[in-house]
């Protein structure tokens, strides 16, 4: 019995010590903030984020384009026109909001087959771990039958007074069929600071090929052909 307890101590101590080795979320300015205030300049420089484990959110400072760290490494996509769009490593690029955590362990999670699209992950990460009241990065990599993702593209010199100004020129990119990786971050406590008031997600999407990356509006999957990783224990 003394031995069945130390091993089970053992390895609550070494699960610990690996959850213990992912940083917090940390949230930098906050979407209210750009939405409804109109601070549209940039408050964090990705540089400073440019290490392995690190991953994160957000848009383009004055709202010209999606930011997505994938560990470390930063992308940033912008409109060409109204039907194309630019993928490119800018580590350079500021943000008016975003957020990131560096993660050294994940969790791979197994989904139910219910969980096809954006709200029934959303519903199903709710209540998994909603009680922790813990925001947490999050991994879903695989093979993708649809994904709509926008750009933001707001013309320069616009006054931003809500949401319906900061999206009027968003772009939209409709795929079917890609491999991709969705970019996630999860909380109930971060609504209007980096999920929307209506969610407890905040995701976006890029595709292995690298050619396409935005903020997520719809995804589609079958969860056999996807794997989901937290960063939440």
């Known amino acids: 019995m003394r031995f069945r307890y130390v091993t089970v101590l053992s390895g609550l101590m070494l699960c610990n010590a690996l959850w213990a080795q992912n940083g917090p979320v940390i949230a930098t300015g906050a979407m209210r903030n750009t939405m409804f205030n109109g601070q549209l300049a940039g408050l964090i420089s990705l540089d400073s984020l440019g290490r392995p484990g690190t991953f994160g959110i957000g848009p383009v400072e004055y709202l010209r384009g999606e930011l997505l760290v994938l560990d470390g490494e930063v992308f940033r996509s912008t409109a060409q026109g109204d039907s194309a769009m630019k993928v490119e490593i800018a580590p350079a690029t500021r943000a008016p909001f975003f957020v990131h955590q560096h993660v050294e362990q994940w969790t791979e999670v197994s989904l139910p087959p219910t969980v096809i699209d954006l709200a029934s992950l959303d519903t199903y990460l709710t209540e998994h771990y909603g009680s922790l009241g ?89 969860p056999g052909h996807v794997t989901l990783r937290v960063a939440a224990h």
């Open 134 to 222: 813990q925001a947490f990065a999050f991994r879903l990599i695989g093979d993708f039958s649809a994904i709509d993702v926008h750009i933001v593209d707001v013309v320069p010199g616009t006054v931003i007074n809500g949401p319906d100004d900061a999206h009027r020129e968003n772009k939209h990119f409709h795929l079917h069929d890609r491999a991709a990786e969705v970019i996630g971050f999860f909380s109930t406590e971060h609504k209007a600071v980096f999920t929307h008031h209506d969610t407890n997600i905040h995701v976006h999407a890029i595709t292995v090929e690298r050619d396409l990356m935005g903020h997520v509006e719809e995804i589609r999957f079958d």
